[in-house]
């Protein structure tokens, strides 16, 4: 683990000693005055606080972070994602997984996925539980245009495209529903930890 300063008052935790959804929920149980964000990602926890003496004591803390799981699983209502499963990627997707575009589709609905952590947009959730078959690298060239509610696949992860962006990801299919809107409480349809489950239209 190593801790490299990003400012005066954030420090980026690298590689903690335990997934990092679940060491920064630890990390928050210390109840530190002073720290105003904690954000895991893949690899990464950044830890932002209101002011540079707050972070030095933060980060003299973090040894005494024991991590916390989530919830299990059958006790969290899942969110559930309506897709149609028409994105230009599916064949290629069935090919690289040597099987059909029928058996693609079923694969990814039968899984369950858990938000390991939110980044690259508002709303984009990084949906851990991508079945082993489909686990593929990113396109080789990404795409420089990708629509909003764009359901996709990429590694390990799963997600929808909250808007119109640049991305890399293969597109299986896409949604109606909203991943971000402004006027919802909380604006963020998903949040790390929440469980979601894909539902084909």
Do not use: N
């Amino acid at each position: 683990m190593r801790v490299l300063p990003m400012g005066s008052t954030a420090a980026l935790v690298e590689d903690p000693p335990s997934d990092p959804a679940a060491w920064s929920l630890g990390f928050r149980a210390l109840g530190l005055a002073g720290v105003v964000d904690i954000v895991p990602a893949a690899r990464t926890v950044l830890i932002r606080c209101e002011s540079a003496s707050a972070l030095r004591s933060a980060i003299s803390r973090i040894g005494d972070v024991t991590p916390v799981a989530a919830d299990d699983q059958s006790e969290r209502p899942p969110v559930v994602i309506p897709v149609r499963y028409d994105g230009p990627d599916l064949e290629q997707v069935a090919g690289l997984a040597g099987c059909t575009v029928d058996e693609v589709i079923s694969l990814h609905t039968s899984a369950v996925y858990e938000v390991a952590f939110c980044g690259f947009a508002p709303g984009f959730g990084y949906l851990r539980g991508v079945p082993l078959q489909l686990q593929h690298p990113r396109r080789s060239t990404p795409r420089t245009r990708v629509p909003a509610g764009s359901v996709a696949i990429a590694s390990e992860f799963s997600a929808v495209y909250p808007s119109e962006s640049p991305g890399g990801w293969h597109l299986l299919g896409t949604t109606d529903l909203a991943m971000f809107d402004v006027r919802r409480e909380p604006p963020a349809l998903l949040a790390p930890s929440a469980i979601v489950r894909f539902e084909p239209k």
